[in-house]
């Protein structure tokens, strides 16, 4: 029976145990977390960057950050330094441990010198066309290239003149030589280089011969002596291949463990489809608060415990799976509920006017900074005769079930008066203003003959209030699974009230102290933050999350349907 207080380890810290018990690795535990810098990192990666870090630092070892950097027409400086900074902010460190695959090319390249001395890699001057060609397929043997039995000099010879610049870009390729018969297609002779004339960020013209990734992979894990070199599902049929590379150098070799990767309904995961939708302007850039990119869910105002809570809850599987973008809001609530300050802020606001209030008279009455944490404190709101509601906490003609403000009905204005409704004010038609009257005897919002009202509705003081812009994120799209559906282009089913802007909106004094990114909590509304963008004369705000999940009825309807 497994123990409620200690629960069961994931299959990779199993593998791990072992290998400790029996002295693998010398009782080491070193892993790594490797991102290609061709986009900006999303909360997939973030999954794995717990991973990594997380092993590491549960078993006394070490994790490096490494840029797998090997193909210059995709990859980008503005992507490493966006990576660095996501995962700092997630955090976690790596010390002195940043490294760079093309901080190896030269010994990338002499090993792959010492394969072609072997008899074990050979230049191919086939076309990609022919090459795909002869490479067969599941069911159909691959075909041997009509250079693969070339002298061994004669190779040596072409590789050097490749990276001497002698050839153009796709006239040539290095390939290893292991079994064109074989089963797992990665094994049919793959492509180790490949000439491209272009310049990389780290490198600048140094190279026109740039490795391939599964020759890489193994080569950076090999030289940092890693001991466990995670990876996400779709590297275990090139794990053979990562093994052989190494057994052939007969170089240190660590073991490749896979793991499924995070799926997640509502958005996509895939770095080119994220590319697609910022290029095509359907998002504003890599940091918009409606994808799933770190720098993005920063913007929207998640906290990094949120994310790492989520990344530990959901686990590490063996088998692909996708999880509800409702639980990873979920952890985010839970999380934002214990730590964000409450304040009180109108998105649609509806004018009332106190009648039997002193024109010239302004109180302030204490109000709970955050009742989840008392050491948070109390903060003074300011109230006057003239305050704003929100709209949708008034009707004039209301049903049973509504408790809010009507005419002649009573409700608590939070921390302040117990409130009555006596007339609604209309221009065309419209209600534009409320005339109502406190009792002053409910100063704090109790009455001292006890009755009770319904409701309590948050509100701002007019002559106080500050202007603010709030932007109102939701699901990026309208279906669960977007690339699933095979009759439709994914950004047909982008929901067009992903982002709605609101310019009107008014909010208490004390959110002027708060500064860029940091979160809260308005009152009956939901979690903000403040976004970037905000300046002394703009205060620009970001809705998180609401404090309700507002899809369960779609999710419920959807399944009827």
């Not at 001395?117 to 159909?140: F, H, L, N, Q």
């Not at 793959?190 to 310049?199: F, K, M, T």
């Not at 740039?210 to 090999?222: F, K, N, V």
């Amino acid at each position: 029976m497994v123990s409620l207080e200690t629960p069961s380890k994931d299959f990779i810290r199993q593998i791990i145990d072992e290998d400790n018990r029996t002295g693998k690795y010398d009782g080491r535990v070193h892993t790594r977390f490797p991102p290609e810098p061709n986009g900006f990192l999303h909360i997939g990666h973030a999954k794995s960057i717990c991973l990594n870090f997380g092993i590491a630092e549960e078993y006394g070892g070490k994790c490096n950050l490494r840029f797998d950097d090997t193909n210059p027409l995709k990859e980008e400086d503005v992507y490493v330094k966006s990576m660095i900074e996501d995962i700092k902010w997630l955090g976690f460190a790596w010390e002195d441990r940043l490294y760079f695959g093309s901080d190896y090319f030269d010994q990338m390249y002499d090993y792959a010198v010492q394969l072609t001395k072997d008899g074990k890699a050979y230049v191919d001057e086939m076309s990609a066309e022919e090459i795909r060609e002869y490479r067969g397929s599941v069911t159909r043997p691959g075909k041997e290239s009509r250079y693969r039995d070339r002298p061994v000099e004669e190779s040596l010879d072409l590789f050097e003149r490749m990276r001497a610049g002698e050839f153009a870009d796709g006239q040539m390729v290095l390939r290893a030589k292991i079994d064109m018969s074989h089963p797992n297609m990665n094994m049919r002779d793959p492509v180790i280089y490949r000439i491209l004339h272009a310049s990389h960020h780290n490198t600048g013209d140094k190279w026109c011969v740039y490795p391939m990734y599964d020759w890489a992979h193994g080569l950076e894990d090999s030289i940092e002596r890693i001991t466990h070199s995670i990876c996400t599902l779709e590297f275990e049929d090139h794990r053979p291949l990562y093994d052989w590379f190494l057994e052939q150098l007969g170089v240190y070799r660590p073991i490749q463990i896979e793991f499924a990767r995070l799926n997640l309904t509502y958005t996509v995961m895939s770095k080119r489809k994220l590319l697609e939708l910022v290029e095509d302007g359907h998002v504003n850039g890599w940091d918009d608060p409606r994808l799933p990119t770190i720098s993005g869910m920063r913007r929207r105002g998640y906290s990094p415990s949120a994310i790492r809570t989520f990344c530990s809850r959901i686990g590490v599987a063996k088998v692909h799976s996708i999880v509800d973008f409702e639980f990873l809001e979920h952890c985010l609530r839970d999380n934002l509920n214990k730590t964000s300050p409450r304040f009180m802020g109108v998105l649609n606001p509806l004018r009332v006017v106190l009648e039997n209030y002193p024109e010239d008279k302004v109180e302030e009455f204490e109000a709970i900074n955050n009742p989840e944490d008392e050491s948070a404190g109390t903060r003074n709101v300011p109230f006057s005769r003239v305050l704003y509601i929100e709209r949708d906490d008034f009707m004039e003609d209301p049903p049973k079930k509504f408790y809010r403000l009507a005419p002649g009905r009573e409700v608590r204005f939070r921390y302040a008066y117990l409130v009555t409704c006596k007339e609604a004010v209309k221009e065309n038609g419209e209600v534009v203003e409320l005339r109502c009257t406190i009792d002053p005897e409910t100063r704090g919002g109790n009455a001292p003959d006890g009755r009770k009202v319904k409701s309590t509705l948050h509100w701002v003081s007019e002559p106080h209030a500050l202007d603010a812009k709030v932007h109102l994120y939701d699901r990026l799209f309208t279906v669960p699974d977007p690339l699933g559906q095979k009759e439709a282009d994914f950004k047909d089913l982008i929901n067009p009230d992903s982002l709605k802007v609101l310019t009107s909106c008014k909010v208490e004094p004390a959110v002027r102290n708060l500064k860029a990114l940091d979160r809260f909590q308005f009152e009956r509304l939901g979690y903000f933050c403040v976004d970037p963008d905000t300046t002394e004369e703009d205060l620009v705000l970001n809705r998180t999350v609401e404090l309700r999940d507002p899809w369960a009825k779609i999710r419920k309807q959807q399944r009827k349907e």
